[in-house]
């Protein structure tokens, strides 16, 4: 006998729910009425602007659809009112940013502009047909006193003497924009634009090199001591203001020192007392604002790069070390950064990351934990694709990335045994070339098969995604499944898989919970009028 549509329909129903048991948004505790509602009206909206403002056609983006191309669809995602509600969202921790990406350019170079003492060079006169292709470079000369000050647009420019950035500003050649064709040329070189993602940087490799000398213009003005300061202070600020309640900035190590205001090279150890003294200030802030429960702090990822040599590394271990002997609330993990695909592997380190642990216990410093980088390719079986294995060998806290831990079972069943927790970066990831748009990400498959997520922002900076609205916001645009309550596990993740101590992670998640209902009440007031009635 034929089995009953009714019938069909229960097992149809049962086999659904079997496919889903493992997400997040599944294992949790029953909805609250509010929760209920809420996801039906952002549902509901997320509907409604699938068939009107993404069917539109707008001259500069043929054929929008949701989830497309960050770069091309963000005029468009800033007008929906999705994007609206999410803002009002609460985040959570962020837990993979590299700071030297965390604050928006515009905001950067006034503090640059700003400051005497910031020169800028060009290796050629710049004119119309080597502007785009010329890097600025940046240094902080204390000392300098620039005399007869040439325009870098002259054609008598000598290259690469160094002139004060406010002038090279002001003498910018008026074919070339003026003041403003310099912050245009400034701002392409410190960010990633359309045509060079999704056009002539069109691989891995390629939009990596753009990437990475983003890094090389911007470091010299962020780690410049004054700066740096005022640096620190708006990335908290900005991520307060995104609803973001606590932070885990990755700290790129690479050389020995900063650059204090003198000129001279300065130990890490100042880098983290400004960090520490910005720290307290926004707390302090906070706390008479009445606000001290919306910013639980912050703790920095200590990083360096994936191309010293072994024997190197021992140099950063130790000074990790040293560093959280004087800072233990601020050191909470190390990590290894940089472009995956071409630099060395986490097995090329084994040797002094496996002596790490001894090190520390000789030192006598609380356990510091590896939270690696790893996984951040397309390869499959390269050594990129490898570094999973040491990773979760070493005993990795979390995972920078893991795009392709989706390849392997046996890796994935560990992630769940082990709750090590994946920070995926899904419009780093579209940017770097790894997903064409949020549809072949592997995020989705990962949250069905129960793997543990805090979505993450990674280099907001450059990508111009600033706070985490907008990653958010990719990922709910582009599932049918995916609805308001997982996108709240995540966020409520991002704090369970923090290195926050256990009272401070009870405190950030009993504050994160009170403004929830506060946002899901909000989200169902504002929403209202999408509602769709069946
Ligand atoms: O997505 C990433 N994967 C690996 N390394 C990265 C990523 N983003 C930034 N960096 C690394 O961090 C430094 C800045 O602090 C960059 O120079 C780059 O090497």
Redesign the pocket.
């Given at each position: 006998m034929a089995l009953s549509l009714a019938d069909y329909a229960k097992e149809r129903e049962e086999l659904i729910s079997l496919d889903r048991a493992l997400r997040a948004d599944h294992r949790r505790e029953p909805l609250s009425p509010t929760e209920v509602l809420a996801d039906k009206v952002i549902r509901d909206v997320r509907m409604a602007e699938a068939s009107s403002i993404w069917t539109a056609e707008y001259p500069s983006i043929p054929h929008p659809f949701p989830g497309m191309e960050f770069l091309t669809g963000r005029s468009v995602i800033v007008q929906t009112k999705l994007f609206e509600i999410l803002i009002q969202m609460p985040k959570g921790a962020l837990l993979h940013a590299?700071?030297?990406?965390t604050v928006n350019v515009p905001f950067l170079l006034d503090l640059a502009l700003k400051q005497p003492a910031i020169h800028v060079r060009s290796p050629v006169p710049l004119d119309s047909s080597n502007l785009k292709s010329t890097l600025p470079e940046f240094q902080a000369l204390p000392q300098h006193v620039a005399e007869n000050v040439i325009s870098l647009t002259d054609a008598q420019y000598e290259p690469n003497t160094w002139v004060p950035i406010k002038q090279a500003r002001e003498t910018f050649g008026t074919k070339l924009g003026g003041p403003e064709g310099f912050d245009q040329w400034v701002t392409g070189a410190l960010t990633i634009d359309p045509s060079e993602a999704y056009g002539t940087h069109n691989t891995v490799t390629k939009i990596w090199q753009k990437?990475?000398s983003t890094?090389r213009v911007s470091n010299p003005i962020i780690r410049y001591v004054p700066i740096f300061k005022e640096y620190v202070r708006e990335f908290l600020k900005s991520s307060i203001a995104d609803g973001i309640s606590y932070v885990e900035p990755?700290?790129?190590f690479?050389y020995k020192g900063i650059i204090a205001a003198d000129g001279t090279h300065l130990p890490h150890r100042e880098l983290l007392l400004i960090f520490d003294q910005v720290l307290n200030e926004i707390k302090r802030d906070m706390k008479q604002q009445g606000r001290e429960d919306d910013f639980i702090g912050a703790r920095i990822i200590y990083?360096t790069?994936r191309f010293i040599t072994p024997d190197e590394l021992y140099w950063f271990l130790e000074d990790c070390i040293a560093l959280k002997k004087e800072f233990p609330h601020l050191i909470a993990a190390f990590d290894l950064?940089?472009?995956?695909n071409v630099s060395h592997p986490l097995k090329y380190y084994a040797e002094p990351l496996l002596k790490f642990h001894e090190m520390q216990k000789k030192a006598g410093v609380d356990e510091i934990p590896f939270i690696f980088?790893a996984g951040?390719t397309l390869g499959d079986g390269t050594e990129a694709d490898m570094n999973l294995y040491d990773a979760i060998l070493l005993g990795t806290k979390r995972i920078?990335?893991g795009f392709s831990l989706i390849k392997h079972p046996k890796l994935i069943e560990m992630c769940k045994e082990r709750e090590i927790a994946v920070e995926v970066?899904p419009i780093?990831n579209e940017i770097?070339r790894l997903t064409s748009s949020m549809h072949m990400h592997p995020l989705p498959a990962l949250l069905n098969h129960g793997v543990r997520v805090a979505l993450c922002s990674?280099?907001p900076a450059v990508f111009g995604s600033m706070g985490l609205t907008y990653d958010f916001f990719q990922v709910l645009a582009a599932s049918e499944i995916t609805g308001i309550i997982q996108l709240g596990e995540m966020a409520k993740d991002s704090i369970k898989f923090s290195t926050l101590d256990p009272p401070e992670k009870q405190r950030a998640l009993d504050a994160w919970k009170v403004r929830w209902e506060k946002f899901l009440k909000y989200a169902v007031s504002t929403g209202t009028e999408y509602i769709w009635e069946e």
């Open positions: 590299h700071l030297d990406a990437f990475l890094f990755r700290v790129n690479v990083s790069v950064v940089g472009d995956e980088h951040e920078g990335h970066c780093s770097l990674d280099d």
